[in-house]
């Protein structure tokens, strides 16, 4: 039986995981590549960061995007966050504040989860690839949605 998940619930699931399926719209097509993240449950953004490319420029036209999160199982066993937002890009000083803390966010739930203890960016996020600075971005969310098969 596919059930909703409760709000607590949805937040732990993005707030226990680091990788989801980013969703944008390009050309009135709709995109979803995996990507990185860490959410701040706290203050209830998700922080990603890439190059500047497809994605990047598509999100700068149309700024309403969302975030998948599934925790899969079994073919019977799952359950899935859905993140909908704004695209919010983060420039100077304060974008190398807002990639800080997605790095130790994500050194520590790699630790948490893996029992793995990471040095480097590269180690758990797409390599920065011969670019200078990464562009920086929120999800700054409007809503989160979840279900659940037990």
Same mark, same amino acid.
């Given at each position: 039986m596919?059930?909703?998940l409760? *709000?607590?619930?949805c937040?732990?699931?993005?707030k226990n %995981? =680091? @990788?989801?399926?980013? +969703?944008y719209?390009?050309n009135?097509k709709?995109?979803?590549? *995996?990507?990185?993240?860490?959410?701040n449950?706290?203050e %209830? =953004? @998700?922080?990603c960061? +890439?190059?500047?490319?497809h994605?990047i420029?598509?999100?700068?036209k149309q700024?309403?995007i969302?975030l998948?999160?599934?925790?899969?199982?079994?073919?019977n066993?799952?359950?899935s966050?859905?993140?909908?937002?704004?695209?919010q890009e983060?420039?100077g000083g304060?974008a190398?504040l807002?990639?800080?803390?997605?790095?130790l966010?994500?050194k520590?739930?790699?630790l948490?989860?893996?029992?793995?203890d990471?040095d480097?960016i590269s180690?758990f996020?797409?390599?920065?690839?011969?670019?200078e600075i990464?562009?920086?971005f929120?999800?700054r969310?409007?809503e989160i949605?979840?279900k659940m098969?037990?």
């Amino acid at each position: 039986m596919i059930k909703s998940l409760e *709000p607590k619930k949805c937040t732990e699931i993005l707030k226990n %995981n =680091y @990788i989801g399926y980013l +969703s944008y719209i390009s050309n009135n097509k709709p995109y979803t590549v *995996p990507i990185t993240y860490f959410y701040n449950s706290e203050e %209830n =953004y @998700i922080i990603c960061y +890439s190059g500047n490319g497809h994605k990047i420029k598509a999100m700068r036209k149309q700024n309403a995007i969302s975030l998948a999160v599934a925790e899969i199982f079994s073919n019977n066993k799952w359950q899935s966050v859905l993140a909908h937002g704004q695209y919010q890009e983060i420039d100077g000083g304060t974008a190398k504040l807002y990639l800080h803390e997605f790095s130790l966010g994500i050194k520590n739930l790699v630790l948490k989860k893996e029992h793995k203890d990471l040095d480097y960016i590269s180690q758990f996020s797409s390599k920065i690839y011969n670019m200078e600075i990464p562009i920086v971005f929120l999800i700054r969310i409007d809503e989160i949605t979840g279900k659940m098969k037990s």
